[in-house]
């Protein structure tokens, strides 16, 4: 083969390959690697991913109250919540609860024309759920020092978390069970072993047993809620 003719085979084979390039170039690589990104983007894009679970947080204050003519009240709070659907999301502040509960400080009420006392006492939960059959409701214990300073119950009551998202304020009113007769009533106020509610988180939140409970209303407490619910509106509920 003399140069001539190899240089045109070189050039015939430089055309083809270029000819090639052109037809099957790098475009359509292009393309269809920019078609995946567009799926991918849209698969990962949050409205379009189909949740399984609802979210609940709600954070508020148990701000004030009075009960009868208490003048030192601690307020202490339990949310309960009830179905097997319901799991309670705990935090790094939360860590080690079992259950969202608290206790204030025992406050005091240094108005001469009222009885209202102030303890802004703050708490947060969250939950997530697949059911709103069990809502979370917040219970409440008011207790205080007695003649000889000993602390007692001095009454209990509880709020459902308000069910639409944003600010709320609700009143607790407050209940106490009466003794069995005034006799029992007498010697439980000089013993400080008067008339009480055991696990009173469980008895106020289910309900059972309320029918044979004598009570009477002693007082009220102020609460005030932030409420932010995720995905109920994919699961038809807002």
């Known amino acids: 083969m003399n ?17 090639t390039n052109q037809n099957f170039g790098y475009s359509q690589p292009q393309q269809f690697q920019d078609g995946i990104s567009r799926i991918q983007e849209e698969m990962m894009d949050p409205r379009n ?10 954070s508020g ?7 009868e003519d ?5 307020i202490e709070y339990a949310v309960k919540y009830g179905g097997d659907d319901w799991t309670y999301l705990k935090t790094s502040n939360n860590a080690d609860d ?29 939950f997530q759920t697949k059911n709103i059959f069990g809502w979370p409701q917040v219970v409440v214990r008011l207790s ?28 607790i009113r407050i209940f106490k069970p009466l003794p069995i007769s005034g006799f029992t009533g007498f010697l439980g106020y000089l013993l400080g072993n008067t008339a009480e509610l055991k696990n009173f988180d469980k ?15 002693v007082g009220y407490v102020k609460v005030k809620f932030h409420v932010t619910l995720v995905n109920f509106d994919k699961f038809g509920y807002l």
Request: hydrophobic letters at 25%; a neutral charge; proline letters at 5%.
């Open 203 to 217: 008895v106020i939140s289910s309900g059972e047993g309320r029918e044979v409970t004598r009570v009477k209303s």
């Open 49 to 58: 991913i189909q949740p399984d679970s609802m979210f609940v947080n709600f």
């Open 144 to 171: 205080g020092p007695d003649f000889m300073g000993r602390s007692v119950a001095k009454g209990y009551g509880s709020v459902h978390v308000p069910t639409q998202p944003g600010y709320h304020e609700r009143v």
């Open 3 to 19: 140069t001539r003719n190899y240089k045109k085979d070189v050039s015939d084979q430089g055309s083809i390959k270029g000819q």
């Open 61 to 67: 204050v148990l701000e004030c109250g009075e009960c």
């Open 98 to 126: 079992a259950e969202p509960s608290g206790i204030s400080q025992l406050s005091t009420s240094r108005n001469l024309h009222s009885r209202n006392i102030v303890w802004n006492f703050p708490f947060e939960c969250n």
């Open 70 to 74: 208490e003048e030192s009240l601690r």
